[in-house]
């Protein structure tokens, strides 16, 4: 079955970067896109990027300066990181499967990570 | 950024009851294009409605969506205590992918 499991920090220190790793099984990463979308209380869900099957990627542009997303396909691996965290970027950040293609939605969610960003 | 407005934010509904909520975009939204998520406390959000009208595997036949241009609905028809949740609208009309703020639905 189409699982997605995220592994990484739970506490950032300010102005330092945020790593989550995205493993999935039950698809391929050759098929499927991956999308990164973040929940905090004050700003709700948002929509940060995209890693796209061919490995060509989409960022929302507000984050756009400061974040990347890679990933390596033979291990099934999708990479998140953001730089420059503050305060504000506290949140539970989230890795995503696209439902396919032309649909632009997200149909598996990772179980999600918890950053705080604090000293 | 196209801009989705849920409301209402919170409802209450009994058991049996046909409960709507709706999902207004700042911008027209191609309905292929609108979806809905059911999150739980304490869990990740779940597909729940694609492309307006089409509902995600294992969602119950009692949901329903409809809508186009700027407004849209999910209508529970009969509404269960399992139903408890909030209800994300998302779209897509460029980047980037927005939101809508939530309805949280309560049942007494």
């Known amino acids: 079955q189409v699982q997605l499991k995220q592994s990484g920090p739970g506490l950032v220190q300010p102005s330092q970067s945020l790593s989550i790793t995205c493993t999935v099984s039950g698809f391929s990463l050759t098929s499927y896109g991956v999308h990164w979308v973040r929940q905090s209380p004050g700003k709700g869900l948002e929509w940060l990027g995209v890693i796209w099957r061919g490995g060509s990627t989409d960022y929302n542009a507000a984050f756009m300066s400061r974040l990347s997303i890679t990933k390596d396909n033979s291990k099934s691996q999708v990479f998140f990181k953001m730089n420059s965290l503050q305060a504000d970027d506290t949140a539970i950040y989230y890795c995503?499967?696209?439902?396919?293609?032309?649909?632009?939605?997200?149909?598996?969610w990772g179980q999600g990570t918890s950053v705080t960003v604090s000293s | 950024e196209n801009v989705l407005t849920q409301s209402p934010a919170i409802m209450s509904a009994s058991p049996g009851e046909k409960v709507t909520m709706t999902c207004r975009a700042s911008s027209s939204v191609s309905s292929s294009y609108l979806h809905w998520y059911q999150q739980k406390s304490g869990a990740s959000p779940k597909l729940w409605i694609y492309?307006?009208?089409n509902l995600a595997s294992g969602v119950p036949a009692r949901f329903s969506g409809s809508g186009s241009g700027t407004s849209y609905s999910l209508t529970i028809s009969s509404v269960e205590a399992e139903d408890a949740a909030t209800y994300y609208c998302q779209q897509y009309s460029g980047y980037p992918y927005t939101f809508g703020g939530g309805t949280k639905l309560e049942i007494k």
């Open positions: 492309s307006t009208s």
């Open positions: 995503a499967k696209n439902l396919g293609n032309l649909y632009y939605a997200m149909d598996y």
